[in-house]
T-cell receptor, first 114, second 116 residues
């Protein structure tokens, strides 16, 4: 089975712009979660989507949003970019259902905000 | 407030010896714990997990121990190999009332260096 794929792998934006990141989960996985990794804060949970619905959300401002499509692919959007949004954004998928504990990560999208 | 703590940023172990990575947590709602391994420029790779109803889980060279009363878990790697050099993240999850699990809460990682 192919793993989780994320596009693009690298992105450079300027403050105030918006960005959309894409994630394709492992075939058959219905849950997609997004994480932000920074040197200072480590890996932090953004949100999780299951069957096109946001099921769970971390403690991030409303500038961070996402969606999931009927084929389980997911996109994450960050509006009005700030310098502090520079990070590695990781997508993870799992089969979903009542337990979604073991998550399989993609390689990440490295976002740099100038 | 860090709910999952890995107090050793780095650990150096000789090849062939045992590597012990430690993790402490504060949230008593956590009921599932996982270890991930991460190489530079790659996403974390799932290594091993343990449910709170167990105190030990073994998979080949990797064993995870859970001490619920102390809110402590550890990952043992025996014997350590050069390919084990990576950053290891401890993660925990709590049941989510909406179904599924709460997002994973990660520690900040321990950089394990296996010396030949």
């Amino acid at each position: 089975k192919a793993g989780v794929t994320q596009t693009p792998r690298y992105l450079i934006k300027t403050r105030g712009q918006q960005v959309t990141l894409s994630c394709s989960p492992i075939s058959g996985h219905r849950s997609v979660s997004w994480y932000q990794q920074t040197p200072g804060q480590g890996l932090q949970f953004l949100f999780e989507y299951f069957s096109e619905t946001q099921r769970n959300k971390g403690n991030f401002p409303g500038r961070f949003s996402g969606r999931q499509f009927s084929n389980s692919r997911s996109e994450m959007n960050v509006s009005t970019l700030e310098l502090g949004d520079s990070a590695l954004y990781l997508c993870a998928s799992s089969p979903g259902g009542l337990a979604a504990y073991e998550q399989f990560f993609g390689p990440g999208t490295r976002l740099t905000v100038l | 407030d860090q709910q999952v703590k890995q107090n050793s940023p780095s650990l150096s172990v000789q090849e062939g010896r045992i590597s012990i990575l430690n993790c402490d947590y504060t949230n008593s709602m956590f009921d599932y714990f996982l270890w991930y391994k991460k190489y530079p420029a790659e996403g974390p790779t799932f290594l091993i997990s343990i449910s709170s109803i167990k105190d030990k889980n073994e998979d080949g060279r990797f064993t995870v121990f859970l001490n619920k009363s102390a809110k402590h878990l550890s990952l043992h790697i025996v014997p350590s190999q050069p390919g084990d050099s990576a950053v290891y993240f401890c993660a925990a999850s709590a049941p989510y009332s909406g179904g599924g699990a709460d997002g994973l809460t990660f520690g900040k990682g321990t950089h394990l260096i296996i010396q030949p």
